[in-house]
């Protein structure tokens, strides 16, 4: 590693974060790719299904019980689908407005990933952060970049220049902007409590203090704790709530709704255009959890056995990412399951959810928690 | 019938029975598809399916008892059905005999385009002689759209032999069936 020493350490800086870059981005596009697998299989299970099983690699499937393994468990066929998409036709409808509907599917994609930027994803591995951009603001650049999802899908519904798109695009501005209200409402309690906007500070003060969305959990049991229960469970339940809603999942997918809307604001898209939405629809999936977890759940640290301290070792710094993607990837199961156990919301009432039930509470539980931080942090 | 729509509660107001009442069906249905293995799915091309008689498969032309073409070619098919599927090449006053001997004529040629029949049933329906079928069979494949016009051939061959004479014994019955409907208003 002596050349790496013998660098100026801005050029470190940049090797670092260009190698951090590609080390999340990759894992990141496989886990999409197979968190769609996933939704199928978990789909599949909750419907009484076995799901996809059928695509078999020449060379490992005739490996005797292995083989017929993956192909049992569909594992070639996010690999298979990813083919699919770019040899598919590519159409261009000839009455869609076609610089918007070029640029929609990559403004959808590109700010999912953006997001993650931010995230920290484990504690220290050798001597580097585990987070590609360590900001200050971190927390305000991911709404920031939140908000910009919303863009795409709008352009997407409005270049398709044909009505079931247009609603779709419609409804998921309408939807997108209220719920985004709700959900930074929901995380000014934390900022409350923690008192820093730094993804990273909020991890630390979770591991001394208790997880924001529980904080006896892991944080001792003093009065303030306890008192800050019932702040953190409902700002927890409101940002779940609104992040289902910010990345049109069921059930808040209007902007989709197939059966209402063919499939919303997607309807004219093929191949991989349409694959790009499909990816970005999984990697805000991704984004929400990962904030969820950072903002509520502690990020990479369990309060036991000594996880709450950064790695002093490579082990333990992979480790630390273990648990992250542990809780990570709780959070899509469980989007994935809340798609097949609720309805989905009628337009109304999800307006009147977001606005009349939503942000009343979240405002109520700002000044709760700010009343619960003045009486006890005397 | 006036349905009394209940208040909700304050607590159903707030979607909590919904749901846990949609967690425990999910839970229930996930688990027990993980752990028992016993899912609906029928794994088709490996498995074999099942046809529940009654079924309106491809239909195919049916031989007597003693092997002889059923067909009488009246054209009674041709003409009832629906998306004209069916074309009839009649033997004319010079082709040739019918193969049985209660019969005037059969046809020379019998074409049943399976792209277009739309498996309604109607030419089993109105066959004087119950010459036509609509079987079990129901994965056509061809790799050419002529590959898919099935003619007389094919058809009696896929049809195969229709068990006794029954001309007539199922619309009697059907006929009487009729008759003793009790039609009470
Ligand atoms: S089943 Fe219906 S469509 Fe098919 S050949 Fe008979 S009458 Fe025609
Ligand atoms: S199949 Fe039946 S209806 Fe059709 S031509 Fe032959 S005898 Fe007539």
Redesign the interface.
Same mark, same amino acid.
């Given at each position: 590693m002596a050349w790496l020493d013998s660098l100026s350490p801005q050029t470190q800086f940049v090797f670092f974060t260009l190698l951090k870059i590609a080390c999340v981005l990759g894992p990141l596009l496989t886990l999409v790719a197979y968190a769609v697998l996933a939704e199928r299989k978990?789909s =599949?299970?909750?419907?009484?299904?076995?799901g996809p099983n059928r695509v078999n690699l020449p060379l490992i499937g005739s490996i005797p019980v292995l083989g017929p393994f993956l192909t049992k468990l569909g594992f070639w066929h996010p690999l298979v689908d990813g083919v699919k998409s770019f040899i598919k036709e590519d159409f261009t409808p000839a009455h869609v407005r076609k610089i918007y509907f070029w640029l929609a599917p990559a403004i959808s994609l590109v700010p999912a990933f953006l997001v993650v930027a931010v995230i920290p994803f484990g504690s220290t591995l050798g001597a580097q952060k585990m987070v590609i951009a360590d900001l200050n603001v971190g927390i305000l650049y991911t709404f920031g970049i939140v908000s910009l999802g919303v863009y795409g899908i709008v352009l997407a519904g409005y270049a398709a220049n044909s009505k079931f798109p247009f609603l779709g695009g419609i409804r998921a501005s309408a939807q997108m902007i209220s719920y985004e209200i709700a959900m930074g409402m929901s995380v000014i309690p934390v900022f409350l409590v923690v008192g820093d906007l730094n993804l990273g500070k909020i991890i630390e003060h979770q591991a001394q203090n208790g997880w924001n969305a529980f904080p006896v959990f892991g944080g001792g049991f003093g009065l303030q704790q306890w008192l800050l229960v019932p702040c953190g469970v409902v700002s927890f339940v409101i940002f779940f709530i609104s992040a289902l809603a910010e990345t049109n999942r069921l059930p808040f997918d209007m902007a989709e709704s197939e059966s209402e809307l063919v499939s919303g604001y997607h309807t004219e898209y093929s191949s991989m255009k349409f694959g790009m939405f499909f990816i970005g629809e999984y990697a805000n999936m991704f984004a929400g959890a990962a904030m969820m977890t950072t903002l509520f759940l502690g990020g990479w640290t369990l309060p036991f056995l000594g996880l709450d301290q950064p790695a002093d070792s490579i082990l333990m710094g992979l480790v630390h990412i273990g648990i992250f993607m542990g809780k990570m990837l709780g959070f899509m199961f469980i989007f994935m399951?809340l798609r097949?156990?609720?309805p989905r919301f009628r337009y109304d009432q999800l307006m009147d959810l977001g606005w009349r039930r939503m942000i009343p509470l979240a405002l109520a539980n700002i000044i709760l928690t700010a009343a619960v931080l003045a009486l006890t942090n005397r | 019938m006036i349905v009394k729509r209940n208040e909700l509660t304050w607590f159903e107001r707030l979607y909590l029975p =919904? %749901?846990i009442g949609? %967690?425990k069906?999910?839970t229930r249905?996930?688990l027990?598809?993980?752990t028992t293995k016993?899912?609906?799915?029928q794994?088709y091309p490996e498995e074999p399916t099942r046809v529940l008689p009654g079924y309106r498969g491809a239909p195919y032309l049916v031989r007597d008892q003693d092997g002889a073409t059923k067909c009488v070619s009246c054209q009674l098919c041709e003409f009832v059905c629906p998306p004209k599927a069916i074309r009839i090449t009649p033997p004319g006053p010079t082709g040739k005999p019918a193969d049985r001997t209660n019969a005037e004529k059969m046809p020379e040629e019998f074409e049943i385009n399976m792209l277009r029949c739309i498996f309604c049933g109607l030419c089993q329906e109105v066959c004087p002689e119950e010459a036509i079928f609509l079987k079990s069979d129901f994965s056509l494949t061809g790799l050419a759209r002529n590959e898919m016009i099935y003619d007389k051939e094919k058809l009696l061959a896929l049809g195969g032999t229709h068990s006794g004479i029954q001309k007539w014994k199922q619309k009697l019955e059907e006929a009487k069936e009729q008759e003793i409907f009790p039609v009470k208003v």
């Open positions: 978990v =599949a299970l909750i419907q009484d299904r076995v399951w097949w156990m609720l | =919904a %749901l949609g %967690l069906v999910t249905h996930f027990n598809t993980l016993t899912p609906v799915t794994q």
